[in-house]
């Protein structure tokens, strides 16, 4: 049995999206309670987590409702020594987590009911997913009236095969069901992505490259041809110090009137790690035609000793497509790249169940911001800004082996 918790006190001024001329700061506290509890057998895993999650202030507190929920719960039967099943809700996290993640920015984290095969052997790890979802029991025919985001049905695989000492390649594969919203949810499209990475890595250099391909259909039922890409090297100078360069390139669309969709869509993975914790791409990754992301970005990481240590990211933000902007009647074509950010992260470790984490983010906006939904109504002029402080503690509370 083990702990967690985490406050997490923000101050917000243009985290998501632009701020207006005369917008009021924002200032409150959050927090993620979790307790996780696991029993081992030679054969048999079971796993819980159950969290309450919450604003400060956001329910009265002599209220007899409350928000505390199962955020993992699974069985993981081994059917040889090489492979188990886990059943239940759970997290599923792969690769850098860009496709897959576990969301843990989010103070509710990101999970899937599922039901997951894995088969782990010397260099090799397979896993093969499915997952159905309805929202009742209904006593005829199937019922998916939804108002949320999700998939309808989904496949997936992973495949993980570790060439040598020095490469390594990965390999993901997605079929998921979405429906369409103007049948009631009745009909559903389904939309594919394949692709992987291929990782190269010494003891101080390391060089990746991304790539995958998405086909199929959108929930709309339009065509759908879209791709991403992302090359990086990371080089380890000292164990005080490492620097990362890179890029993420997601194809964007031209033309939302068009008959096909062309804009590359990761509704399951991380949106905070990625492109700048600022998360003025989380809207773009999510929505079904958007106006793509060019990203290159710099991560340097700092440690000063064994309790403190400083990341610092920075991320040059583009639109993958064209961005215009139309003034009586005539169309002028603007820079592609919209802003400029920079996260700056100071970690606190005064023991091995906690960590202190505090941060200050901002952004620089260019004029070509007001061409997309998060800087239409904002004030380019201003700076963009979000600092945070949170604490996590992650004890163990209970060990008992038979």
């Known amino acids: 049995m083990s702990l967690e918790y985490r406050p997490r006190a923000e101050y ?9 001329q005369d917008s009021d700061a924002s200032f409150f506290i959050s927090h993620r309670a979790r307790i996780n509890v696991d029993y081992h057998t030679e054969k048999f895993l079971f796993h819980t987590t159950l969290q309450d999650i919450r604003i400060w202030g956001d329910t009265d507190p002599r209220a007899s409702s409350g928000k505390a929920q199962f955020y993992e719960f699974y069985v993981q039967p081994k059917i040889n020594k090489n492979l188990s099943v886990r059943i239940g809700r759970q997290r599923i996290l792969y690769d850098n987590q860009r496709l897959f993640a576990e969301n843990n920015w989010r103070q509710a984290g990101g999970q899937h009911d599922a039901v997951r095969f894995m088969y782990k052997k010397e260099n090799l790890d397979i896993d093969v997913i499915g997952a159905y ?3 009742e029991a209904a006593e005829f025919g199937n019922s998916f009236n939804i108002d949320w985001d999700i998939y309808r049905a989904m496949a997936a695989n992973f495949i993980k095969y570790k060439l040598n000492n020095h490469f390594t390649l990965t390999a993901i594969n997605i079929a998921d069901e979405y429906t369409d919203p103007s049948t009631n949810n009745v009909k559903g499209y389904w939309k594919f992505t394949n692709g992987g990475r291929l990782t190269y890595q010494t003891n101080d250099l390391s060089f990746t490259m991304a790539s995958y391909y998405q086909w199929g259909k959108i929930e709309s039922g339009k065509k759908h041809n879209a791709y991403y890409l992302e090359p990086e090297i990371k080089w380890v100078s000292s164990p005080t110090y490492s620097i990362k360069l890179g890029a993420q390139i997601f194809s964007g669309d031209t033309n939302k009137n068009d008959n096909v969709s062309t804009s590359f869509l990761a509704q399951y993975g991380a949106f905070h790690r990625h492109n700048g914790g600022m998360d003025y791409t989380q809207k773009t990754v999510r929505t079904n035609e958007h106006e793509g992301i060019v990203n290159p970005y710099i991560t340097q990481d700092f440690t000063f000793n064994s309790k403190f240590s400083l990341n610092w990211q920075s991320h040059l933000l583009g639109s993958q497509t064209q961005l215009t902007e139309t003034v009586n009647s005539t169309t002028k074509k603007l820079n592609k790249f919209y802003a400029w950010e ?9 023991n091995n169940y906690t960590k202190i984490e505090l941060a200050h983010l901002f952004l620089l906006p260019a004029d070509s911001i007001s061409a997309i939904d998060i800087g239409k109504d904002g004030d380019t002029n201003k700076i963009a800004q979000f600092t945070y402080l949170v604490i996590n503690w992650t004890p163990n509370l209970l060990n008992i082996r038979k």
């Open 12 to 20: 917000r001024q243009g985290y998501r999206s632009l701020p207006e």
């Open 133 to 135: 979802n309805q929202n």
């Open 342 to 350: 920079n996260d700056f992260r100071f970690f606190y470790k005064p």
